[in-house]
């Protein structure tokens, strides 16, 4: 009896599977903040913006190392632990460094493993953090960051008449 | 069902569709920061270490590179005199001996009965404890098993075993006994010559496997460049005499094979032709003995037992007579035999015969050094001293057995009985990082670092042209709770107290060691501090100075008579002679535990993951086995099983087998794989080194039901030297 229902049936599994596929795709490209969220709520918009702390005295190694570096737990308690003023966010941060656990950040910038990248000698051609990274300076909640896809490094380097060799970035 | 072509669209849409399904799933990566700040590390940029590697007893400088603390890969140090810059396959497995998954990672106390577990970890205070009142109540009955040491662990066991009236025993199954043996009755010292094969433009080598594993393999292979593409106008020629066609023979210009035992009969021919036709530069008054020795057996009678035809030994005399710089090594095989040290003995005097002692581009010896230990003094044994070791056992005057890094159950024959010191011993601790053969029958296991995780230091004052004192740092936090062998007996020695803590009154090795470095320092350097020439040595390496003066030698070839080589099993029942040979890789067996090494192509059969037989293909026609086949090997001592692989560079009556599998412990990669070759050879020895003749014993062949596709590299049936092994005959 199913045999004349069997290409109705199937179409509408294949209808749903592809629906399926598609939300899984919006999820994935929408950075939905829900994945995003991060153990504790940084403000790039206080500490860069109001505070204008300059990105490399947190991101410390940039001008000397392919990764820009997150800072220690350490370094966040340099200034914290003076701070009298306590969110709940500063909270989570004391109980970090008291359990003597370092914060597990969610990753937002990623470049692929076949792609050589280097901070240090972007940051020694002059470019400035914001010009990658955006205002950052004015987010509170940072943003996964959009695809850093070959054709966008592609313009950048024709404008500033870097080199367009493909072993440049894929050694 | 009848399939439209809807249909068909329809499946594979969903198909299509569900395959890409686990694409979707998004990747999550953290970021995870240091809780504190190292000063040392940049995240993304790689610190480089100098080290020590401690794989095999060359000693090769090595420099690691490590990211946020993880040692990630090791290369050879460019300054460092052994290896200049480069490093073989198994320094660079080194890793997979940190990193393994079998690693112990804490004490482990031995809960049911001995060798069959289980183990139950213990506390560092527990397994230490209990050991130190085991050494009271076992006083004066201790003995320690270690793979060779030198420097300062060599000495401070030395120091502990001295002290507790004990017995220490270095063994290492391919060791340099009968060499070292030979050198001492030919020139009158243990320490082994450096081999100028970098200036030679000649090389005659009855058997040593130099590009393999023999001495120091990496040191041999820079030389080796030198010596056929480092000269402009010069090629070095180079002659490999032995029975099996070996990694090194097949880089020869020229192999010769000949009846295994018969190298030195051999020696004798080349060593007869070169004094007939006065070809050598002996002084007169030499001139009467050497002529005793060497034309004791005819020429003829050489030929024909060597099966070297006598236009070809001639024709090596003079070749060598002809050469500007000629050099004559023997190892390997050669020395292998009931008949080893003679053998060596006769080749040594080859070398005198042609002048190769003291010049460049011979044998030469540095001025002995203040010493560090090193292998020359550190008193490597022979099999026969482990024997002695099993009667001081079985009479009850040992009864606490140390292990380090030795695993005498695997590396020896069952024949020898080596098992009953296990019987005997009331208690057994070994200091192993890994659970091999004869750690598995330990009461307590109180675990060693991982090399790359301690200090140390090693000494290598021979075979190379000056000495290399190589300090070995820690690169990595340790991985587990383990503790290095020096620190664990220096705590010994604090809570035995008495006169023993007196003598080595250091908490750590580590401030030994500095103690140590600090007299070598201050007498090589003297005018700066210490601590400055201590980190300038730690960033460098170790020390070595640049030239040295030779130690002149007067060599003394004792008058000897040749040996026949003596053979285990009649033949008639046992035909072939029997040949295990070291692995490139694995070696002993000690690198099986390592996944690079076990995928090491076998560069001659492209074996790898496992064990073969390797036999001529005549002999196997003879026989009616045909590649692949499964078969039995049998001696009077044991028999294995394993698959034939066609070997066309094997004397027809040998067959030859790879050694280091067949371990029945040793962790996931090397427990229970292939066969172990040692069980078939009989307590045959060289009695002058005491050193067992491994390839003394005969064999037979027969092949069983069964048989498979042996794992190898190369599947198209072509062999990368012989080519296609169904069409090419035997020698």
Redesign the interface.
Known sequence: MFGKF??VI??L??GT??T??GA??S??SADLPV?DRQPLRFSHRLHAGILNIHCQFCHR?AT????A???????CQTCHESLSEATPDMNMLQIY?ND????????LQ?LPDHVYF?HEMHLFAGLSCVSCHGKVDRMSGTPRAPTYEMGWCLTCHEQQGASRDCWTCHK | MDLYRRTLFKILGLTAAGSSLPGCEREVHNLVPYLLPDGDIVPGVANWYATTCQECEAGCGTMVRVMEGRAKKIEGNPTHPVNEGKLCARGQAALQGLYNPDRLQGPLRREGKRGQGPFRPVTWEEGLSEWVEQIRIHAGKSAMVTRPVTGTLASLLTTMMDSLSGRLVMYESTGEQTLRTANHLSFGTQALPHYDLANADYLLSFGTPFLEHWLSPVSFGVAYGKFRQGRPMVRGRFIQVEPRLSLTASNADRWIPLRPGTEGLLAMGIGQVLLRDGLTNLSSSHQASFHRTFSAISLQAISADTEVPQEVITQMAHELSSANAPLIMGGGPAAAQTNGTTTLILINALNVMIGAIGRRGGLQWMEPQDPPVDLANAGLAGERTLMDLAMEFEQGSRTLLHLYRADPLFTLPPSLKFEGVFDHAQFIVSFSPFLDDSTSMADLILPDHDPLESWGDHVRQDTIPVPAWSVSQPVVRPLYDTKPIGDVWLDAAHRLGGSLGERVPWHTFHDLLKSRWQAVLTKHDSPRSFETRWKETLQEGGLWPSTIPHHQISPAIPSITYKPPQFLGNSSDYPLYCYPYPSLGLHDGRGANRPWLQELPDPLTTGIWGSWIELNPTTAQSLGIHPGDRVRVTSDYGSIEASVMMFPGLHPDMIAIPMGQGHRAYGRYAKGRGVNPVVLLGPNYDEQSGSLATGGTRVRVERIKGGSQLPMLEQSGKNPVFGNLQETGGL
């Open positions: 069997k290409g199937l179409a599994l294949a599977v592809a399926g596929i899984l795709y999820i994935g994945q190694y000397h190392s392919p990764v570096g997150v800072p220690s737990v350490a370094l460094w003597k656990r370092p914060i597990p950040w969610i990753r990623r280097t």
